[in-house]
């Protein structure tokens, strides 16, 4: 539904961003392909499921490459490009989600994630290897289920 | 006729996994043999009725036969012979067909391997794997049936996704299921040990080949789509961090977590909680994939409810949680292991971090991919989550992953001494070392790209050290070089096995490595006889063709490639199908070990005067694909039955 409805949107609009762009600006000084690639790389295309406008083979997204780089030669820097683009779409057209407000939710998760692991591990690991320090203060007689396990260990080999 | 014949075999599957659930269940409860046979034969009858099923849906695409709702929908008078059976499964109605089937077919091979064998456990295996087929089941009867009559019945068809033809719908969607589907196996002797509260070591004895099986299938599923869309989607890339993709990779991180996790509780009798709780966490992550691609829900946190299907997931993924939850609790104290280590700097403590970091791994893939619904819900503003930030958050859990990789299999269980880290480290460290100076010298200046290649360096000197050594021993005893590695290998099949595992996910690495840091790319408007340059390579634009094929019209570009002699003629393409409003684009490459060279053809106009093409030289991509050729290699050796064992 959604899409459907962007879609529609889109092309109309970008018409006339691409003629105002044209209109507006003075005729381009080279720019660098791999600035306009690296625009490219954090926009979203409109028209697809995932891709950026970098990689998306669609009509759609070699049109706003034509906008990025009418605009990047009109002496923008790469930020107020990606800047053009979020005022016209929403944040939506971000491929990641700026690090502010609500947002640093998915961007931190990773992090507690990552440390929640590691303190659950390193807090069974101390508890698992202060219980075996308590073990050894004990006599140094081998109960059979212990020399049984060694044996089977042994077997085993590596 | 077709529809109603297909219908009532599927009404009739349904009735038969219901009574044959209940059955199985009851006798294992109760002990009755007889019950636990007439099961058996229930799951017999549901695996024949779902053949059935599948053979006449096959047939009424073969046959045009557009009184079929899903028919008409995937197929036109049009669409070529191959495409009309792969087009089987070409959409919901009808992957869940081919889920259903091979779910079926996994019961019966429980059926004839685990009947005898494992008696205890078998019943409440059967009963669940039996209950998962019911749901399906109940999937294609209520929520998208395959067999819905079509009246009046249309003169032709809407046709197929043109995405789908291609040879790799047949292999990726049948890995891919193989995988999600083979999970339940595992899931299944993790409720029958939770049951009988045998969780000790039987169960995973039992599921350890399966869960390797269910793990490559799925890994394969992944590659193969990663191919699929290298070629077809013409993008350039073969992983885009899409909500599709990220559903078929959290199983795979927790599935890889859980072959790890497990020898430590063969070997420790450690972890029982934590192995049953990811075998569960492994299969919700299955229906939560199949629940978020499936629904709807991706596009709009409002979309879901539309649909029977997503609800249906969700009510069933919930009660699977709160089964598995309750029979974990039920069996507390059981479960609790009573844990010991010798010492911090040990194999087990390896192996915990390679859980941490691959769990994390899954739960930020999953909170990533859900994020903008959540966004939707609470600020009611829609935001992408995509690859700049998957690659940002996860790329530095998977270089740890890749260091961890040579440290696991070579530090000593128990407890490592400081001669054990020495003897086994220190050569492995300094060629990291050197592999990041040269890499620096080489001219890669993203320290991640570096970083991937000191750790792959070091990895695969920890193999080749193993592997050395244990040869070197073998020649010792007087046995000469082949027959000693070989022996090795065999008689350590598990263990070979699995640094094969390690050395093809490595190259996997290198492959992704390589090409997110070298790659390049241009874009150019060309008239004939123009050239296009791109580092050495040069692409002439030759002009454009117009073809008609049986069931779309195509627009064929020629561009002669050369770097310095020509290398050949490229043809991408656009492909204009009646049912698409957009075109489709077509295109076309040249592999090679050191890169790759791939074109896109992009505007052009009508009368072929100019075309916008699109160039990349795509570097090392092709390791990408030779690296899952050996984990296959890797994933067979470790199947392999256990000769130790035996012997």
């Known amino acids: 539904m959604s899409r459907e409805w962007l879609r529609r949107l889109a092309a109309p609009v970008l018409v006339l961003l691409v003629s105002v762009a044209a209109g507006a600006q003075p005729p381009a000084a080279p720019v660098s392909e791999d600035t306009v690639h690296e625009v490219a790389t954090q926009l979203r295309c409109v028209v697809c499921q995932s891709l950026s406008v970098a990689d998306s083979p669609s009509e759609m997204a070699s049109q706003m490459r034509g906008i990025i780089r009418a605009r990047l030669a009109a002496g923008e820097r790469p930020a107020e490009v990606i800047q053009y683009f979020v005022d016209r779409y929403g944040e939506w057209i971000l491929l990641a989600p700026r690090r502010r407000g609500f947002n640093l939710l998915v961007w931190l998760f990773p992090l507690v994630a990552v440390a929640t692991g590691l303190v659950l591990v390193a807090t069974i690991v101390r508890r698992w290897t202060r219980r075996r320090r308590d073990g050894v203060a004990a006599p140094v007689n081998v109960d059979p289920a212990m020399s049984e396990r060694i044996r089977r260990e042994m077997e085993r080999g590596t | 006729m077709t529809a109603d014949l297909g219908f009532g075999m599927t009404l009739v599957a349904l009735v038969l996994a219901v009574y044959g659930g209940a059955a199985a269940g009851v006798g294992a409860r109760t002990g009755r043999a007889a019950l636990v046979e007439s099961a058996q034969h229930a799951a017999l009858g549901v695996f024949v009725l779902i053949t059935a099923c599948f053979a006449l849906l096959t047939y009424a695409f073969l046959t045009f036969d557009f009184s079929v709702r899903y028919v008409a929908t995937n197929t036109n008078l049009g669409t070529p012979f191959y495409y009309r059976i792969t087009g089987v499964w070409g959409a919901l109605e009808g992957s869940i067909i081919l889920w259903s089937w091979m779910l079926a077919l996994y019961t019966m091979i429980v059926v004839l391997r685990h009947r005898s064998t494992a008696r205890e456990l078998y019943p409440w295996a059967l009963a669940t794997m039996l209950g998962i087929l019911a749901f399906f089941l109940l999937v294609m009867t209520v929520a998208a049936p395959p067999f819905q009559r079509h009246t009046p019945v249309p003169a032709d068809g809407r046709g197929l996704n043109p995405l789908l033809e291609d040879t790799g719908m047949i292999t990726h969607p049948v890995a891919l299921y193989l995988g999600f589907t083979g999970f339940t196996v595992p899931f299944a002797f993790a409720m029958a040990a939770l049951a009988t509260g045998r969780v000790g070591d039987a169960w995973l004895a039992l599921t350890r080949r399966w869960a390797i099986v269910a793990w490559y299938f799925l890994s394969l599923g992944l590659l193969i789509g990663g191919w699929w869309s290298y070629h077809v989607l013409g993008w350039g890339g073969y992983w885009a961090w899409d909500p599709v993709e990220n559903a078929a990779f959290m199983p795979w991180l927790t599935g890889t977590a859980f072959l790890h996790s497990v020898m430590i509780q063969e070997r420790r009798r450690m972890l029982k909680l934590w192995n049953i709780s990811l075998v569960i966490l492994t299969f919700g992550l299955t229906l939560f994939g199949t629940f978020l691609t499936r629904s709807g829900v991706i596009a709009s946190v409002h979309s879901f409810t539309q649909g029977a299907i997503g609800i249906l997931f969700l009510s069933f993924l919930a009660l699977v949680l709160l089964t598995a939850l309750g029979l974990v609790a039920w069996r507390w104290e059981v479960l609790r292991s009573q844990g010991d280590l010798d010492s911090v700097v040990s194999r087990e403590s390896a192996f915990l971090l390679n859980n941490v970091l691959l769990v994390a791994a899954a739960f930020t893939v ?217 075109p489709i684009a077509y295109v076309d490459y040249r592999l090679g070990l050191k890169e790759d060279i791939y074109l896109v053809l992009g505007d052009f106009a009508r009368d072929g005067r100019q075309a916008t093409v699109k160039l990349q030289v795509n570097r090392l991509v092709s390791w990408i694909w030779i690296g899952g050729a050996v984990l296959t290699l890797g994933a067979l050796l470790a199947i392999l039955p256990d000769r130790r064992a035996t012997a």
Do not use: C
């Open chain 2, 366 to 582: 999953f909170f990533g991919t859900v994020f903008p619904l959540l966004s939707e819900a609470v600020r009611g503003v829609k935001v992408s989550v995509g690859a700049p930030f998957f690659n940002q958050v996860n790329v530095p859990l998977f270089l740890s992953l890749i260091f961890l990789m040579g440290v696991g299999p070579l530090i000593a269980w128990r407890r490592a001494s400081l001669d054990n880290l020495a003897r086994n480290f220190l050569w492995p460290v300094v060629l990291g070392v050197v592999a990041a100076a040269a890499a620096f010298v080489l001219g890669v200046r993203s320290s991640l790209a570096a970083l991937a290649f000191a750790a792959a360096a070091f990895v695969l000197a920890t193999i080749a050290l193993d592997f050395g050594r244990a040869t070197r021993a073998r020649l010792r005893a007087g046995e000469s070089l082949l027959p000693a590695m070989g022996g090795l290998v065999r008689r350590h099949n598990r263990r070979y096995g699995g640094f094969v595992v390690h050395l093809g996910i490595l190259i996997i690495a290198l492959g992704v490595t390589g090409s997110q840091a070298w790659s390049v790319q241009t874009e150019m408007t060309l008239r004939p006889g123009e050239t296009a340059e791109l580092v050495g390579y040069r692409v002439r634009f030759d002009g454009l063709t117009a073809v008609e094929e049986s069931n779309h019209f195509k627009v064929v570009g020629a561009f002669t490639v050369s770097n310095g002699r020509v290398l050949g003629v490229l043809r991408p393409a656009k492909k204009f199908y009646p049912q698409e409003q957009s």
